[in-house]
C-alpha cells in the first residue's frame, strides 16, 4: 500500500507541477522593483540626497539679490527748514537696491561641498542596499509561498493516505482482524491530518497576502508559483574559504560602507564648525535708486559700488566652539558604530557561510531521510499486512515520511536563501543571482 501511496504522492506532485504556468523568482522580483513602497521610497530619498551637491555648490556661485520698496508720506512741519516754510506734504517716496556678492573665501563653504559629495556617495550607497534588500526581501516571501504549497500539497496527500488506512482499519475490523481501538487509532489521525490540511491552507494564504505586499496586488497565479526541481545543484561557497568572504565583507558590506560615509561626515562636520572661527572674504557690487520728495520736492538719487568685504568673527557666545566640540563627540560616536557594524559584518558572513556549508550536508541528509522513511514505511505495512504490524504502526511511519518530505521540501529553499544571505552579507548579491536560481526552477 505504502509503494502504491508513494507512487500516488509522486504524480501528484508532478501532475500539479506541470500545469503551472507561472511568473519565476525574476518575474516576482521585476514586478516589485516596480511596484514595492520600500524600494519606491529608496529612490526618492535618493533623488533627494543627490540635490546635496548643486545646493553646496551654490554657495560658491554669485549671489544676486533685487529689493525694492514704495511708501506713500505724509509730512507736517513748523517753522523753517534751510529758509523753507513749514507745510503739510504728501508724497510718495520708492526705489530699489541689486547686490551681487561673491565668495572668495569661506572655508566653510569648501567643507560643505566635500560633505555633499559624500553625502551623494553614500546616497548611491544607499539605494544600492535597498536593491540588495528587495532581492532578499523578495526571494524569502517567494520561497515562503513554495513552501506553503509544498506544505499543502503533503497535508493533502498525507490527509487521502491515512483515509485510506482508516477506511481499511474499519473494514479489517469489521471481519475481526483487529480490535476497535486500531480504529479508532486511524479516525484520530485522519481528524488531525483534516487539522493539519486547514491550517496548511492558511499558511498558504498568508505567505501569498505577504508576498502581495511587495509586488502591489496579490498576482492570479500565484497559487501556481514553480517549484523546486530535484536536481538542484548544491555548491559549496566560492571561493571555499571563509576568511576571503569575510575579507570580502569588510570591502564591500553595503551597511559598512554606509557607516563610513557616515563617519567621513561626521569628521568633516567637525571641520566645519572649526571654519566659522576662520574670517570670510567676499566681493560685494551694490546699485541702488530711490526717488522721493519733502519740502524741498522730489529728489533722484543713484547709488553704485564695487569692493571687497572682510569678516572676521570675533566672538559669537562661545556658539562655535560648543558646536565644535558637539561634532566631535559625535565622531566618536560614529567610529564606534563602525566598529560594531564591523564586528556584526564578520559575524553575519561567517555565519551565512557555515550555514551555506551545513546546508549542502542539510539537503543531502533529508534526502536519504526520505528514502528511508519510504523503505520503512514499505517494511511496516508489509508487516501489518502479515499481523505482525498495527494500523497505529503504520500510520506513524506515514507521518514520517510526509515530514520528511516537507523537511527535505523547506531544506532546499533554506540552502538558496543562504547562499543569497551570504552575498548580501559581502555586498555582491545582484539580480543574477536570481536568474541562477530560476534556472533551478522547473
Same mark, same amino acid.
Given at each position: 500500500?505504502?509503494?502504491?501511496?508513494?507512487?500516488?504522492?509522486?504524480?501528484?506532485?508532478?501532475?500539479?507541477?506541470?500545469?503551472?504556468?507561472?511568473?519565476?523568482?525574476?518575474?516576482?522580483?521585476?514586478?516589485?522593483?516596480?511596484?514595492?513602497?520600500?524600494?519606491?521610497?529608496?529612490?526618492?530619498?535618493?533623488?533627494?540626497?543627490?540635490?546635496?551637491?548643486?545646493?553646496?555648490?551654490?554657495?560658491?556661485?554669485? %549671489?544676486?539679490?533685487?529689493?525694492?520698496?514704495?511708501?506713500?508720506?505724509?509730512?507736517?512741519?513748523?517753522? !523753517?527748514?534751510?529758509?523753507?516754510?513749514?507745510?503739510?506734504?504728501?508724497?510718495?517716496?520708492?526705489?530699489?537696491? +541689486?547686490?551681487?556678492?561673491?565668495? +572668495?573665501?569661506?572655508?566653510?563653504?569648501?567643507?560643505?561641498?566635500?560633505?555633499?559629495? $559624500?553625502?551623494?556617495? *553614500?546616497?548611491?550607497?544607499?539605494?544600492?542596499?535597498?536593491?540588495?534588500?528587495?532581492?532578499?526581501?523578495?526571494?524569502?516571501?517567494?520561497?515562503?509561498?513554495?513552501?506553503?504549497?509544498?506544505?499543502?500539497?503533503?497535508?493533502?496527500?498525507?490527509?487521502?493516505?491515512?483515509?485510506?488506512?482508516?477506511?481499511?482499519?474499519? $473494514?479489517?475490523?469489521?471481519?475481526?482482524?483487529?480490535?476497535?481501538?486500531?480504529?479508532?487509532?486511524? !479516525?484520530?489521525?485522519?481528524?488531525?491530518?483534516?487539522?493539519?490540511?486547514?491550517?496548511?491552507?492558511?499558511?498558504?494564504?498568508?505567505?501569498?497576502?505577504?508576498?502581495?505586499?511587495?509586488?502591489?496586488?496579490? +498576482?492570479?497565479?500565484?497559487?501556481?508559483?514553480?517549484?523546486?526541481?530535484? $536536481?538542484?545543484?548544491?555548491?559549496?561557497?566560492?571561493?571555499?574559504?571563509?576568511?576571503?568572504?569575510?575579507?570580502?565583507?569588510?570591502?564591500?558590506?553595503?551597511?559598512?560602507?554606509?557607516?563610513?560615509?557616515?563617519? *567621513?561626515?561626521?569628521?568633516?562636520?567637525?571641520?566645519?564648525?572649526?571654519? %566659522?572661527?576662520?574670517?570670510?572674504?567676499?566681493?560685494?557690487?551694490?546699485?541702488?535708486?530711490?526717488?522721493?520728495?519733502?519740502?524741498?520736492?522730489?529728489?533722484?538719487?543713484?547709488?553704485?559700488?564695487?569692493? +571687497?568685504?572682510?569678516?572676521?568673527?570675533?566672538?559669537?557666545?562661545?556658539?562655535?566652539?560648543?558646536?565644535?566640540?558637539?561634532?566631535?563627540?559625535?565622531?566618536?560616536?560614529?567610529?564606534?558604530?563602525?566598529?560594531?557594524?564591523?564586528?556584526?559584518?564578520?559575524?553575519?558572513?561567517? =555565519?551565512?557561510?557555515? $550555514?551555506?556549508?551545513?546546508?549542502?550536508?542539510?539537503?543531502?541528509?533529508?534526502?536519504?531521510?526520505?528514502?528511508?522513511?519510504?523503505?520503512?514505511?514499505?517494511?511496516?505495512?508489509?508487516?501489518?499486512?502479515?499481523?505482525?504490524?498495527?494500523?497505529?504502526?503504520?500510520?506513524?511511519?506515514?507521518?514520517?515520511?510526509?515530514?520528511?518530505?516537507?523537511?527535505?521540501?523547506?531544506?532546499?529553499? =533554506?540552502?538558496?536563501?543562504?547562499?543569497?544571505?551570504? *552575498?548580501?552579507?559581502?555586498?555582491?548579491?545582484?539580480?543574477?543571482?536570481?536568474?541562477?536560481?530560476?534556472?533551478?526552477?522547473?
Amino acid at each position: 500500500m505504502v509503494t502504491r501511496f508513494v507512487a500516488f504522492s509522486t504524480l501528484f506532485l508532478c501532475l500539479s507541477a506541470s500545469h503551472i504556468q507561472a511568473n519565476g523568482l525574476i518575474d516576482i522580483y521585476t514586478i516589485a522593483k516596480s511596484q514595492d513602497t520600500d524600494i519606491r521610497q529608496a529612490e526618492a530619498n535618493y533623488n533627494a540626497s543627490i540635490q546635496a551637491r548643486p545646493i553646496a555648490r551654490a554657495a560658491l556661485l554669485p %549671489q544676486i539679490n533685487l529689493s525694492a520698496e514704495t511708501s506713500d508720506n505724509e509730512l507736517e512741519t513748523e517753522g !523753517q527748514t534751510f529758509g523753507v516754510a513749514g507745510a503739510d506734504v504728501n508724497f510718495n517716496s520708492h526705489g530699489y537696491s +541689486l547686490r551681487l556678492t561673491q565668495s +572668495l573665501y569661506n572655508h566653510e563653504f569648501y567643507v560643505q561641498l566635500r560633505q555633499a559629495k $559624500n553625502t551623494v556617495a *553614500k546616497a548611491q550607497v544607499e539605494l544600492d542596499n535597498s536593491k540588495q534588500e528587495l532581492i532578499l526581501r523578495v526571494t524569502e516571501l517567494y520561497f515562503n509561498v513554495l513552501a506553503a504549497q509544498d506544505d499543502l500539497r503533503f497535508a493533502t496527500a498525507e490527509k487521502d493516505a491515512i483515509n485510506r488506512q482508516r477506511e481499511q482499519a474499519e $473494514n479489517r475490523f469489521e471481519v475481526g482482524l483487529i480490535p476497535i481501538t486500531d480504529v479508532k487509532e486511524a !479516525q484520530s489521525s485522519f481528524d488531525r491530518s483534516v487539522a493539519r490540511e486547514i491550517d496548511a491552507q492558511i499558511a498558504l494564504e498568508l505567505a501569498a497576502d505577504a508576498l502581495a505586499v511587495v509586488t502591489g496586488e496579490r +498576482l492570479e497565479n500565484l497559487a501556481s508559483l514553480k517549484t523546486l526541481s530535484t $536536481n538542484m545543484q548544491l555548491l559549496r561557497p566560492d571561493p571555499d574559504s571563509v576568511a576571503d568572504w569575510i575579507n570580502t565583507a569588510l570591502n564591500q558590506n553595503l551597511a559598512l560602507l554606509i557607516n563610513e560615509y557616515d563617519t *567621513k561626515i561626521a569628521q568633516q562636520e567637525i571641520k566645519r564648525n572649526q571654519s %566659522q572661527h576662520l574670517p570670510t572674504l567676499d566681493i560685494v557690487a551694490a546699485y541702488n535708486d530711490s526717488d522721493s520728495g519733502g519740502l524741498t520736492g522730489s529728489r533722484k538719487t543713484e547709488d553704485s559700488r564695487i569692493g +571687497l568685504e572682510l569678516n572676521f568673527p570675533i566672538f559669537q557666545g562661545g556658539r562655535t566652539y560648543y558646536q565644535t566640540k558637539e561634532s566631535q563627540y559625535l565622531y566618536q560616536a560614529a567610529l564606534q558604530a563602525n566598529e560594531k557594524i564591523r564586528r556584526e559584518t564578520t559575524r553575519d558572513t561567517r =555565519d551565512a557561510y557555515h $550555514n551555506v556549508v551545513a546546508g549542502v550536508s542539510r539537503v543531502n541528509a533529508f534526502n536519504k531521510a526520505v528514502e528511508s522513511a519510504e523503505v520503512a514505511a514499505e517494511a511496516t505495512e508489509a508487516g501489518f499486512e502479515v499481523g505482525t504490524r498495527t494500523s497505529v504502526d503504520v500510520l506513524l511511519a506515514l507521518r514520517t515520511v510526509f515530514e520528511a518530505q516537507r523537511d527535505y521540501s523547506r531544506s532546499r529553499y =533554506d540552502y538558496l536563501l543562504d547562499t543569497l544571505r551570504l *552575498k548580501r552579507s559581502a555586498g555582491t548579491l545582484s539580480a543574477d543571482d536570481l536568474l541562477q536560481i530560476d534556472g533551478w526552477l522547473e
